[in-house]
């Protein structure tokens, strides 16, 4: 019998409180493949507009592209459905699963534009729900199944462009909630070993281990990198010290960029949106609540607040440093206006295009000894405090000041990146025009 592709997607089963849809991702990859199907892509892990106001916590949508004998297709559902409900945290408020089945050779256009829309924008369930009956996709809803908007989403995100991969290792049952325990030192040697094509392992500036999670999920630990080769290999450098239950890699779209992929005018700049604009700066950046760095941009169509917060370190160093003329691109993310403020971009990258220059006036220095000449008032000319001589017709000096900074691009620390932002270190490493994906020979456990 010839086998079909299905390809599965799900989303919204975690809460603050745990559950993971990584988790129930790998879980799958084992028991699908004991009821005989086969998969043509590792799983699909895509972040979404990491902005959304429901987001669950991570806002990552999984996918499975299954190849499978026609009637093992009603167990892969049923084993689906099951596991999903058995491990999503269904009591949660807020977190509402939805599973989608689509079996097709190819992803139709309008799904992918559609899975483009949820990483760049807002999208409603309805949409989805519309387009799920256009192309003849099975939705399976729990609650209000908000969840197949994502489960959607990464059916349709199919990672030709740019993508990246995680390996994840998860925690046995007993050890959840409890420390994650992890030799650090081997955790500093594997970035040693597999930088640049791995990222996102340590924070530089903290000399603090990023690859553990905080919280009560399973994960143990998550290597990224450029392939799933350098996150194999990463991932044999590292000691756990407690037992690893299952290990997955994952592709994905993390580490891309791919929510800030237009380039927009700030008057479009719209809450829970990412954005992407040039501009002037337009007033000098102030501290506000001690920390956190606020200063506007204006691109002729409007004029918008961006702010730097506490933990983006590097960034927020440099745009303490910018001066109103300074020509930037700001990317980040509109926060809606609140009591607080008006609405505000909350930075993840600035890209210094061209620095203003810094101007000063200042007295001229004495042609006798040396020292800077005071002034005598308006018009009136200066006088050497240290010796006594006198100009009264000399004028101010013209000085560029050194900024202290260059053009180029600054980003937010690794401790504090989100999960899309693409680390300085991907830079150059970006891939494109990908159909057809080859799966290493052992790419999860069991
Ligand atoms: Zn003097």
Redesign the pocket.
Known sequence: MAQRIMHIGFDDTDSVKGGCTTYIAALLVHKLGRLGAGFIDYPNLIRLNPNVPWKTRGNGALCLRTQLDPDTANAVKETVIDTVEEHADLEAKGTEPGIVFFEAERIPAELKAFAGNTITGVVTLKEATKLAKKFGVEAVGFKNGRGIIGGLAAIGETLEGDHTYEIIAYRTPENCGLKRRVDETSIFLMEKLTGPYTFNNVDAEKRRVIITPRGPDPILFGIRGETPEAVKAAFAAVKPLEPVERWVIFRTNQGTDAHLSHVQKLDNASPHHPLVAEGTVSTSPKMVRGSHVIFSVDDKTAEVDCAAYEPAGALREAAKLLIPGDLVEVCGSVRPCSRAGPITVNLEKIRLLKLASAIAYRNPR??????R?KSMGTGKGFR??????RAATAQKVRAELNRGINPGLYAASARSQRHLTKPLRRYGLEKSGVSGVCLVAEWHFP
């Open positions: 004495c042609p006798k000894c040396g020292k000449l050497c405090e240290k010796c006594g001589f």
